[in-house]
């Protein structure tokens, strides 16, 4: 799949999102790696966390990706398992 035309892009944002700082670098967002990034916010109140490659990182273990992809928790959660209603 091709990427999608961003229509949202402006001309003082570039679609590279690359800001990270660190050394190594973090593991960019369509890498294997990426919650391996480093954390620039957390909000565990939330349930969220941002990572330096621009990945939304949930307490469930979903992601929402910065291209809008949204990963699926991939983790079980232990105690308190929720099943989904049929
Ligand atoms: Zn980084």
């Known amino acids: 799949m091709n ?9 003082s944002q570039r679609k590279n999102s690359t800001m990270c700082q660190h050394q190594p670098p973090c593991p960019s967002a369509d890498s294997a790696d990426r919650e391996a990034a ?4 957390h909000h565990p109140e939330q349930g ?15 992601e929402l990706l910065p291209d809008g992809q949204v ?11 929720v099943t989904a209603a049929a």
């Open 3 to 11: 990427h999608a035309s961003d229509q949202s892009t402006t001309t």
């Open 38 to 41: 480093h954390l620039v916010a």
């Open 48 to 62: 969220w966390s941002l990572l330096c490659n621009g990945v939304l990182l949930f307490e469930d273990t979903g």
């Open 71 to 81: 990963v699926a928790p991939h983790r079980p959660l232990g105690a308190g398992h």
